[in-house]
């Protein structure tokens, strides 16, 4: 599910420029909606009470529940009105160059298809309920607005200096993985884990994970799977603490990163701060592979 791989390398037929792609909506078929309702019926039996406040209130704000498929045409006024951001749809992972493009202008690219019935649970691409449930609902966040847009010019940045593969790390453990501390507790507010019923049980309540107080440095230097639940998650204070954290030059961090060792994914450092240290069991016994 990284958004950092790419299959083509122009716009495929039918794309625009930009390679954005007309979502189509009234194409869907009622098969398709009614795998979104049932996504979406699934999540909204787990995550009150485990989603961060701010993606409970930005989901409310979108009025996503309307039935089957959201239509951006209906979904990105709305958006737009809270944050100024857009969802365009795209044929599938793009460059990087072009996916930085469009957040550093607060268009988020979304694929425009959804998952087949019987990959309710896994699909290695990201489809349409995990881009749009998954993401745009932290969009409606001030600060979560922001600080994607400061990514998306953060990562062109970081091309042109080789510092790439630090930077995705840094989008892995907190657009698509990140926990938050709100006033109620631990929550989550990654979209690769709201977007999945699994692993939104497993990245609270599992014993499995560390979850570790997130720093910076420490996040771009981790390693990080994608063929299963991550074995370490990063708590920020708030998303308005992990904005500012990030809204500092970058410069002297990637100076330091470039002799830096990687951290092992399943490593708890004496300067970590430990919310949860991880049994790695899970893991251990083969994750999902296990017999
Ligand atoms: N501040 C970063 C830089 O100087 C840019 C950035 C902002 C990166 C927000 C990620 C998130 O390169
Ligand atoms: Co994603």
């Not at 990284?2 to 007309?22: K, L, N, Y």
């Not at 550093?104 to 699909?123: E, M, T």
């Not at 997130?214 to 991550?230: A, G, P």
């Amino acid at each position: 599910m990284s958004d950092f791989e790419h299959v083509f390398d122009r716009p495929p037929e039918g794309a625009a420029a930009d390679w954005t792609i007309p979502q189509n909506w009234s194409a869907y078929t009622e098969v398709e909606h009614q795998t979104w309702d049932t996504l979406y019926r699934r999540q909204m039996t787990i995550l009150p009470g485990r989603a961060s406040d701010g993606f409970m209130k930005g989901l409310e704000a979108l009025d996503l529940n309307t039935g089957g498929i959201p239509d951006f045409e209906v979904m990105n006024p709305k958006l737009q009105a809270l944050t100024g951001w857009t969802v365009v749809c795209v044929p599938g992972l793009v460059p990087d160059e072009v996916f930085f493009d469009h957040l550093a202008n607060r268009r988020f690219p979304s694929g425009q298809f959804i998952r087949k019935p019987d990959q309710l649970d896994y699909l290695q691409e990201p489809d349409i309920f995990h881009d749009v449930f998954g993401h745009v609902p932290m969009l409606t966040d001030p600060d979560f607005a922001a600080y994607m847009e400061a990514y998306g010019e953060g990562g062109q940045r970081a091309a042109g200096l080789g510092m790439l593969q630090n930077l995705a790390r840094l989008y892995w453990y907190t657009v698509e993985f990140g926990l938050v501390e709100d006033p109620g507790g631990l929550r989550i507010y990654g979209a690769g884990i709201v977007s999945s019923a699994t692993e939104s049980v497993f990245a609270l309540e599992d014993p499995s994970p560390n979850r570790l107080g997130f720093d910076l440095e420490r996040v771009m230097r981790t390693l990080y799977r994608i063929d299963d639940f991550q074995q370490v998650y990063f708590v920020v204070p708030s998303i308005e603490e992990l904005k500012r954290d990030t809204l500092q030059d970058f410069g002297p961090i990637y100076a330091r990163l470039k002799g830096a060792s990687d951290i092992p994914i399943d490593a708890v450092l004496p300067s970590d701060r430990v919310f949860t240290r991880g049994t790695q069991a899970y893991a251990a016994k083969g994750g999902r592979f296990a017999a």
